[in-house]
Nanobody
């Protein structure tokens, strides 16, 4: 129901745009978040956006480099990632949550996509 795509291999300082496409059901009123999980580490919050797109939330380490946006006509949420660093290397997941409470907590999310690998080379 959530399909993440757009990952790949990029040099440090480069950019990628991830997409999270929803299908099979409507996610109206849901917030959509991006999380990432590096090898051997816990899943961490990256960014989230409200259904309307008017509210956005970012992890401090991504502020200014990553931008989350959405196109509801396409049922798709995007994560534009600029100035990528090797420490951004991880599997990136998108997920949906109904309530803004717990928006930074991956355990509170109801629906998950399958993840897309992002690898940033030195």
């Amino acid at each position: 129901q959530l399909q993440a795509s757009g990952g790949g291999l990029v040099q440090a300082g480069g950019s990628l745009r991830l997409s999270c496409a929803a299908s099979g059901r409507t996610f109206s009123s849901y917030y959509t978040g991006w999380f990432r999980q590096a090898s051997g580490k816990e899943r961490e919050f990256v960014a989230a956006i409200s259904w309307s797109g008017r509210s956005t939330y970012y992890a401090d380490s991504q502020k200014g480099r990553f931008t989350i946006s959405r196109d509801n006509a396409k049922n798709t949420v995007y994560l534009q990632m600029n100035s990528l660093k090797p420490e951004d290397t991880a599997i990136y997941y998108c997920a949906a949550i109904l309530n803004v409470i717990g928006i930074r907590d991956y355990e509170k999310y109801h629906y998950w996509g399958q993840g897309t690998q992002v690898t940033v080379l030195q």
